[in-house]
């Protein structure tokens, strides 16, 4: 089980565009060479870095191409239409507009309404996998295979999933131990 | 205290800070600073603004809040081995800092303060104490030349003179006794313009805005900060500390700045984030989170303007609702829940009756945020509520307590602390209005020839919410303001006031506040000097309580003997 805080820490990885307002030379970090920065310019940062410098209001975020209305509901469409899981814009979609959104609101445009969408998005795929996984329960097979699903997903589903498959196990294991005890002592 | 006389004549010129980023913010990086912070609301704005400003600087500081001169000495004296650069917010400039707070050598004091007068030690100072707020000719500052000059030559040939015979002090006779006298007229010429220039204490400019246009300088404004700045000039406005048109003039030039924030966003930025705008408001206290008919009934202004503490004053009081077409019930509700048409009404109404009634000055240009679905919340609204919470009566809450309450209280995201404030900010304003119906019922305000004399007796239940410079001072504004409205002669119009109120249960000491009269447009006290100058008549100790001197405490066995000597002082 992993945590969300863990989670989003994993999200931060990635690579965000920033417009710093300050002067400085490159970094060299162990993850890799960040920089120069120079007022005005737009340079490509980990997202750990651009969320830090937002917050001392050092730079401003520019916000990912996936994050914009069109497109996002454009995704939340194909997302209802289909029946499976659809590949999504990014790994860790959920993490980042969150990040984003808590120091950064006001660098993204329409970023209401994408708070909106990103979350029906989110709810049509939790609802997916809950009603896969009563269909897995229910037709007793013994392995699933879903693709595109993102950590997040996976992980809320995970505990219980775990959890109560080794109930059913044990249950079963049970019935069909005292079924047979039953069956040797009647014959 | 003559030392100043032998200062580095070789500067000349004052260490005045001419480059706000480079010469007083640059300097705090990579230090260890100590902040000391004056309890009042528009320090705690400033302060909040350079810990904003700290924090994206990853600079490490201590914040230490300040109540009074003597608390200054003593905290400085606490903690300044520790740190090398000290920063002086809203506290210090009216006092010699090198000679009171005796810093080692290798300690710089930058002082951001809007008080005035300025004491000349500190403009003048050779570069220990570095003065952050701008100095205008408007301030006055005696030119250099006119305070301090080389006496060398005149010292040595007094000293030789005594030494030697009496036979070559007759030679030098004429040219020595020249000397001295013009060195006495230098003298005497260097005291009156010192007396003239620290006569009257008043305010500049906010510190906050100051504070703001720093982060401006650095591109690391935000709308927030611009907040903090807006706060502290509204409490300039509404303590009383400058003058209304002082007050336009700077919400004028932050307007500028207001709309640059709105212009910024568009109907799509997310309404999460912090929308200021500037509008003509109603100047009656917290009507937004009161019933109208209270909001009403405890503003000064309204209250005086209709007498409220006679028996008509009521009726007047409906009348008037009646006329604007609000229904009473209404009016007495919260003022969230009238009618939604009603509400939007209200402001329009007024203005229009406004001047049949004569109450100018309802309508004042203010400042709103913004934050969310919720309503609108006025400068004014968190001022009031920040200085009850600065000023909590509570016995519980310690100074230092009640200082980081009213500084959280400024951070939108601490809405129970805000609420928390308002709330005793309501009561205060009731128990305010409370005290100057009984002080005017029972007609304790007398005249004593060159002022008003109030006192707030020790039986009063509520006595000890005013055992706090700033509560006290906005009780005599009112009790000034009733007493001049209930009076038919026109003579106290021209009377400043001196309130005292006992202060702690033992009735050992009081709190005394003189405040200018109400025909002078300019808000500037004379009391802090005339305080200090009837104390040392009857020769008792007083301490001041406030750094313009405004606010003293005094023994209540000295009370009698230091109002005495204030009438024949002031006569």
Known sequence: MISPEEMEFLAEFGVLTIIPNFQQEQLYLIGGDVGPFRPALPVEVPVWLAVNLRQRSKCRIVPPDWMEVDRLQEKKEEEKNSAHFTPMPCEHYMELTQLIMDVAAGDVPRADQIRTIIKDIWDIRVAKLRSSVDAFLKSNSSYAKLDHLTL????????????SLDQLYRLKKDTYRSLTMDASRTS | MQAVVWLCISQGISMLINDIKKDFYQQLLDQRILLLVHCDVDAICTSAILQELFRGDHVLYTLIPIKGPDDLRQSFKDNVGLVRLVVLINCGISMDLVAELDPPDDVIIFVIDSQRPMDVNNVYNDGQVRIVTPVTAEDGVPPFSDLYRSDDSDSDSDAGESESGGEKRRRYDAAFLARRQDRRRWEERRDRLL????????????????????????????????????????????????????????????????????????????????????????????????SLFDSLRFTPLVACQFKLFTFKGEKRLQEFLAELGLPLVQCRQKFASMDMALRGQVRDLIQAKAEKYLLDGVLYGAFQARLGFRQPLAAADVVHAMVALLENPDPHRSADDCFMDALSALDRRQEPLLRRGIGLAEKLAQVTCATVQSLLDMHQVISVGAFLYATVSDGEPNSHFFARPHCLTALAHFVLRAHVAGERSKRSRQLPLILTTPLGRDGGACLVVGVPPLSEQSPRNLFGKAFEKAAQRIRANITPRSFDGSVVEVQVDDRTRFVDALVSLLA
Do not use: I
Not at chain 2, 196 to 216: I, T
Not at chain 2, 259 to 275: F, P
Not at chain 2, 278 to 287: A, K, P, R, S
């Open chain 1, 152 to 163: 997040l997903e996976l992980n809320t589903v995970r505990p219980f999933l775990n959890h």
């Open chain 2, 195 to 290: 007396a003239e220039y620290s006569q009257f204490s008043m305010y500049g400019d906010c510190s906050a805005l100051l504070a703001y246009d720093l982060a401006l300088r650095m591109s690391r404004d935000t709308s927030q900060l611009l907040w903090y700045g807006l706060v502290g000039l509204t409490e300039q406005l509404l303590l009383r500390k400058v003058e209304h048109q002082r007050y336009v003039l700077s919400a004028g030039h932050y307007q500028g700045q207001v709309a640059r924030y709105g212009h910024q966003r568009d109907e799509t930025t997310s309404a999460d984030c912090l929308r200021l705008a500037f509008e003509q408001d109603l100047n009656l206290v917290l009507y937004r989170h009161w």
